[in-house]
């Protein structure tokens, strides 16, 4: 009877073998053929990938590992939660029931010799949290006849997976090859239909293994690991193993990872703006302040003060998202630290980008060895290496290409460095270089920003085995950044050099600019070149005048020698006969001719060379005397230019004088023009008061002729109202008569004044009409002052008197009218 323990969380839904310490390999065979079976039976194992029982599932089958997607993973054996959804307890059994029955079926043999090894002797299935326990019914290897197609299908699998076991050392030592001979003839029929299957679930249970016994496999199958990475690391396994390609599973630093979040970075502001550009479709990335933002943002922080020279550069940040695709923060700040120190992209991160310009360099020349009529193009469209390649260097493709591609290159990268980069690279240019040919410069922009992205959609497998198509010789690529390196020693020194030339030559500007100040303090050059001339000329004939004096002076010297041995002969000849004397004679007056002749020549010269001297002070003199002339023609023509200025500045005077004269003449004209128009406003003034007393004195005579409907003052109605009342009473004490405005004849006949408007207001026709009908029936009115009430006085007017009343009223008007006019005359006569 075959017993198998399965540890079931309940938390997650996560299924796998309990950790059992001290397990031999044929303990985790079973083991592994139980997570195959469960597998290929549609249930997925997840697990954190760190403690020993998710180690010994990774090693069976499909297990997502810690970080595989993103998140913190949690299992059974570290209690920590868990993101995978929740699968029943009855569904898990139910799927298991009839695969363990048949693992039970398979390796029945295989377990009977490792009786000792299993830990319970029970025939039930554990599939628990804590304590839930299923049972499993054990059916005997003799039911062949019940398999069912998926079951034949599942066998094969577990055969196949218990054969690929059996090839390791380890396994064969503790299987010691019982297993290949159980249950061979129950898969014969069902192995050759299922052979893709097998390939996938072989990567599974090799990268498994590898990463189970990495340090082994690194150190004496490490171009086998090359080799798988070329082909692929599956996605759940990837976190893992770039941790262990780079070394990155145990740092120090991961430990100070929480305190570098609680500093502040200067380069803060510049992460925040660039975050929004990183993988901004990604649905990690895409939203603001979103989980992925964060995170990003805590692991680019955290290296800009652990790296405060390289601090941060915009092309690190993609690099650093994808590693948050695989794993966790710490982790992946741990990576981004190793590939900074380990695979010269902190070199290429550097404010100076050196290294870049050292892979520039080596690309140019490969594309120079392989592709010289695409670099010819390039060369003549000055279209430069780093305006395409220096994105792919940085980001190690993950901004050119899809995920999917840019992942595989990436694993490539962490297992063989920047040489992938330069493999890619020229492989793209090899499958592009037709088109490429065909472009101008703005057109290979496009190809390379639309075209060549997009390219391998279908699949990396193609890219990826052009790439490794490339030569790529290392020596070379040695020798290429020698000579980068001296190419640079030598820009260097030349900068160097054109630095010191350059600061040279500005201080020899500034000293010739000091001269050129100096110098036009000093007198013309003109003048300087013409005294130079002259001087040379003085010199020169002082020289010729010293040499011809020491020539006289050598001359006298030899003779007064010839002359000293000449008396040396003659004075033992006084005693000779005459005639000899006589030759003496005349030979002493000879020496003596010719002793005056060199005298008389000497002096000839000093008299020439006083003559000499006496011509080149004179012309010394000429020179002083035509420079004084000069001088003074150069003052002469400045007095001229001078008197010319004053007589232009006169003439300017004398305008100015002129139109001061004719602007204080039009000046007086205007004040004349105001007083004139002042008395002429005056006298016009006085006429239009004329008038106004004649419109007055016409307006009295209109008032008094009875119309008053024409006036435009209320009050001066009212004056006149009272003054017609005040003649009628006049008239009526002349003639004797009576006032009768206290008889009751007429007490309840008033007129009351309603009129409260303005003065140029009107008053109504019906005042005006009772006021003439009042007048022309001889009813005599007056008006009360200060009750605005005009009183009627039923007096009846004789006819016979109303000739006489008329008279003595037009006497009176006419009397009033001429006091007017000669009120209005010494009025007018005073202004």
Known sequence: MVLIKLSLDEGSGRLGPPPQPNQGGGGAGLLLAAAAAAAARGVRLRGCGTCPGCRGRAAGGRVQLRGAGGGTRRCSHRAAAGNASKVATDKVAGKLSSTLSWVKNTVSHTVSQMASQVASPSASLHTTSSSTTLSTPVLSPS?????????????????????????????????????????????????????????????????????NEWEDVRKKKEKQVKELVRKGIPHHFRAIVWQLLCSAQSM??????????????????????????????????????????????????????????????QGSAFIVGLLLMQMPEEEAFCVFVKLMQDYRLRELFKPSMAELGLCMYQFECMIQEHLPELYVHFQSQSFHTSMYASSWFLTIFLTTFPLPIATRVFDIFMSEGLEIVFRVGLAVLQMNQAELLQLDMEGMLQHFQKVIPHQ?????????????????????????????????TKEMEEQVEIKRLRTENRLLKQRIETLEKRNSSLPDEENIARLQEELIAVKLREAEALMGLKELRQQVKDLEEHWQRHLARTTGRWKDPPRKNTVNELQDELMTVRLREAETLAELKETKQR????????????????????????????????????????????EAK??????????????????????????????????????????????????????DSNQYIRELKDQIAELHHEIKCLKGQRDFSDQPTFDGIHIVNHFTGDDESFHSSDEDFI?????????????????????????????????????????????????????????????
């Open 143 to 211: 039911s062949p006849t019940q398999l069912s197609p998926d079951d034949l299908e599942l066998l094969a699998k577990l055969e196949e997976q218990n054969r690929l076991l059996e090839t390791d050392s380890k396994s064969l030592r503790s299987v010691n090859g019982s297993r290949r001979n159980s249950g061979s003839s129950l898969v014969s029929s069902s192995s050759a239909s299922s052979n893709l299957s097998h390939l996938e679930e072989d990567s599974w249970i090799l990268w498994g293994r590898i990463v």
């Open 456 to 488: 391998f959609d279908s699949g990396p497998d193609k890219l990826i085995q052009a790439s490794y198509q490339v030569k790529y010789n290392a020596k070379k690529m040695k020798k290429l950044e020698k000579e980068y390196t001296t190419i640079k």
């Open 252 to 313: 120090p630093i991961k430990d100070q990872y929480s305190e570098l979040l609680k500093m502040t970075s200067p380069c803060e502001k510049l992460i925040r703006r660039d975050i929004a550009r990183t993988y901004p479709e990604h649905d990690f990335f895409k939203e603001k302040d979103s989980l992925g933002q964060e995170v990003l943002f805590n692991v680019m922080k955290a290296y800009s003060l652990v790296d405060r020279e390289v601090g941060y550069c």
């Open 658 to 711: 002129r139109r001061q004269a004719e602007i204080e003449c039009k000046s007086k004209e205007e004040v004349m023009a105001v007083r004139l128009r002042e008395a002429d406003r005056i006298a016009a003034v006085a006429e239009l008061q004329q008038h106004i007393a004649e419109l007055e004195i016409q307006k009295e005579e209109g008032k008094i002729q009875g119309q008053l409907n024409k006036s």
């Open 611 to 654: 003559m000499m001297e006496m011509e080149t002070q004179n012309q010394i003199n000429s020179n002083h005397l035509r420079r004084a002339e000069q001088e003074i023609t150069n003052l002469q023509g400045k007095v001229q230019y001078l008197s010319a200025q004053n007589k232009g500045l006169l003439a300017q005077l004398n």
């Open 771 to 831: 006021t003439s009908s009042i007048q022309e029936s001889g009813v005599n009115f007056h008006l009360h002052r200060r009750t605005g009430q005009m009183a009627l006085d039923h007096t009846v007017v004789d006819s016979s008197d109303s000739d006489t009343e008329e008279s003595a009223l037009q006497t009176e008007n006419s009397d009033k009218m001429v006091s007017k006019q000669r009120r209005m005359e010494s009025y007018s006569t005073t202004v």
